[in-house]
Structure formats: structure tokens, C-alpha cells
Nanobody, 127 residues
Framework: QLQLVESGGGLVQPGGSLRLSCAAS????????IGWFRQAPGKEREGVSC????????KYADSVKGRFTTSRDNAKNTVYLQLSSLKPEDTAVYYC????????????????????WGQGTQVTVSS
């Protein structure tokens, strides 16, 4: 069974940091770009970041640029999202998603093209 499993979420104070992991089971991530998305209660799902299959290219939403960093370790079949300088407005369920590598684009933060989705991990930023 093809699965993506997020982990690393939790409760953190404003200004704190967390590292989220996205681990693949049943398939290899080598040929997939990975996107990170988040959804807060009552709000639409929004793109956070993405990383190309090789890890050579990344994109970030303006709201997280300079604070979040995505990386990958294909040998471990895992992608990471480092969240720093967290704000209350970062509170959401965070999802990772996999898109089969497209030679015409490194990755995208648009939801539609992604083939596989994880179950999400809750990040709560509160004092």
C-alpha cells in the first residue's frame, strides 16, 4: 500500500521551532516532487512549500519564506519541513503530498497535481 506519513507536529510557543517529517511507505520518493500544505479550521488548504525530486529546487509561500525550510533525504525515503520563528497564524494541520516528477517544472505549490497525500500532523502555536 502506498502511504505518506507525517510526524513531528505538536504544541509550541510563538518563536519556537519544529521539524516535520514525511516518510514514504510502499514506494520510493526518488521520482516525486514533494509539496507541503496546511489547513487551519474554517480556512482553505494553502500551499506552504515544495521540493523537486532531486532536492535541487524549492519554492515557498510568501507567508513562510525565510522561516520554513524544506529538504529531503532520498536514501531515507523522507522529506522534512523545518519550521522556525513560529507564529500563532501558523497553527494548522500540515500535510505532505507527492507528485510524479515532471521534467517541465521542478515542483508546484498548487494542490491539484499531487497524487498521494499523507494524513496530516497538527501544529499548534500558542503561549
Amino acid at each position: 500500500q502506498l502511504q505518506l506519513v507525517e510526524s513531528g507536529g505538536g504544541l509550541v510557543q510563538p518563536g519556537g521551532s519544529l521539524r516535520l517529517s514525511c516518510a514514504a511507505s510502499g514506494f520510493t520518493l526518488d521520482y516525486y516532487a514533494i509539496g507541503w500544505f496546511r489547513q487551519a479550521p474554517g480556512k482553505e488548504r494553502e500551499g506552504v512549500s515544495c521540493i523537486s525530486s532531486s532536492g535541487g529546487s524549492t519554492k515557498y509561500a510568501d507567508s513562510v519564506k525565510g522561516r520554513f525550510t524544506t529538504s529531503r533525504d532520498n536514501a531515507k525515503n523522507t522529506v522534512y519541513l523545518q519550521l522556525s520563528s513560529l507564529k500563532p497564524e501558523d497553527t494548522a494541520v500540515y500535510y505532505c503530498a507527492a507528485e510524479l516528477s515532471n521534467p517541465l517544472r521542478p515542483c508546484t505549490v498548487v494542490t491539484a497535481p499531487y497524487d498521494y497525500w499523507g494524513q496530516g500532523t497538527q501544529v499548534t502555536v500558542s503561549s
